[in-house]
C-alpha cells in the first residue's frame, strides 16, 4: 500500500459534546486566509489539527485528518513566522471550508466536496470577514 500525498489546506478541531472532536478542513488559494482563520478559531478555543498540509484517511464512511509528522504542533503565521500552536493529533473531519473572494450567494443550495471518496458538507466564505470564525462553528453546528 503506497501513502496518499497530503492535501493542501488546514485543518482546526473543536470538542462537541457528545459527539468528540470535528474538524474543518480550510482550503483556498494562496494568500486566501487558511491560516489567519485558523489562528482566529484557535483563539476561541479550538485546536489546530495541521497547518498548510494534511493526511486524510477514510475509515467506516467517516474521514480523519492528521498533520504530517514533519509539521505536528506548528502553524505558519504570516509576518510572525513559524510559532507552537496548541493541536490535536487527530480528529474527525466534519466540514470543508473554501476560502473565496469571489461574492457569495445569501442563501447558497448545500454543497458538498468529494475527500478520500467520502462527500463532506462544504462552506464557501470570504475568510477575512470579520464573521468568518462564526459562520464556521455555526455550520459545524448544524451538522
Not at 1 to 24: E, I, K, Q
Not at 126 to 142: C, D, H, I, P, Q
Amino acid at each position: 500500500m503506497t501513502a496518499r500525498p497530503p492535501l493542501h489546506g488546514t485543518v482546526a478541531a473543536c470538542w462537541r459534546p457528545g459527539l468528540g472532536w470535528r474538524a474543518v478542513l480550510i482550503s483556498g488559494p494562496p494568500g486566501a486566509g487558511k491560516s489567519d482563520l485558523a489562528l482566529r478559531l484557535i483563539g476561541r478555543g479550538w485546536r489546530l489539527v495541521a497547518d498548510d498540509y494534511v493526511h486524510v484517511t477514510a475509515s467506516g464512511g467517516a474521514l480523519y485528518a492528521m498533520a504530517p509528522e514533519t509539521i505536528a504542533g506548528r502553524m505558519e503565521i504570516r509576518a510572525v513566522g513559524v510559532a507552537p500552536a496548541r493541536g490535536r493529533g487527530l480528529a474527525r473531519l466534519s466540514l470543508a471550508v473554501e476560502l473565496t473572494a469571489a461574492a457569495l450567494e445569501r442563501l447558497p443550495e448545500p454543497e458538498t466536496r468529494i475527500v478520500e471518496g467520502v462527500a463532506v458538507p462544504l462552506l464557501r466564505l470570504n475568510g477575512f470577514e470579520a464573521s468568518a470564525v462564526e459562520k464556521v462553528a455555526a455550520a459545524l453546528a448544524r451538522l
